[in-house]
């Protein structure tokens, strides 16, 4: 087997662990506004309240949930964000409606959006991420191949 036909073999492989082990996501929505959502440690929930406002978001205990970052998500969606350990926080969003900008400004209010995160479970030791498995792989082919030449 070419060295490449195993690099290929291995990234499947882990890119395949990597979405076996992750835990299904829910949506929230503005249809949420003012309820309570339930997470397991480890779990996340897509944040979708659309594009007609630009929206200032701030989550007032940031080691019970928070953003995960360089994700990129779907149009009208403000991120992806992740339970850490137990407790519960509330994340808040200031919605500005896109005319604010236009000169003159339109009338139209901002809105506000609140939720409540209640995370359970047990705090857990963070697992290597699969793109970082899937780095050390790639160095040590990459070394296993630079002995052989």
Not at 80 to 99: D, M, R, W
Not at 130 to 147: D, G, N
Request: net charge positive; proline share 5%.
């Amino acid at each position: 087997m070419k060295w490449h036909k195993v690099l290929i073999f291995c990234s499947l492989l882990l890119c395949t662990a990597a979405v076996a082990t992750a835990q299904e996501s829910q949506t929230v929505t503005l249809a949420d506004n003012g309820r309570t959502i339930t997470l397991n440690v480890n779990e996340t929930f897509l944040l979708k309240l659309g594009e007609n406002f630009d929206w200032n978001i701030t989550i007032d205990d940031p080691a019970i949930f928070s953003r995960v970052v360089n994700v990129l998500v779907v149009r009208g969606a403000q991120g992806i964000y992740i339970a850490h350990k137990p407790g519960s926080a509330t994340l808040t969003a200031v919605g500005s409606p896109e005319c604010l900008k236009s000169k003159p400004p339109c009338g139209m209010p901002s809105i506000l959006f609140r939720v409540n995160v209640v995370v359970q479970g047990q705090e857990q030791v963070q697992n290597t991420p699969a793109f970082e498995a899937l780095a050390a792989v790639i160095a040590m082919l990459a070394a296993i191949l630079a002995r052989r030449r």
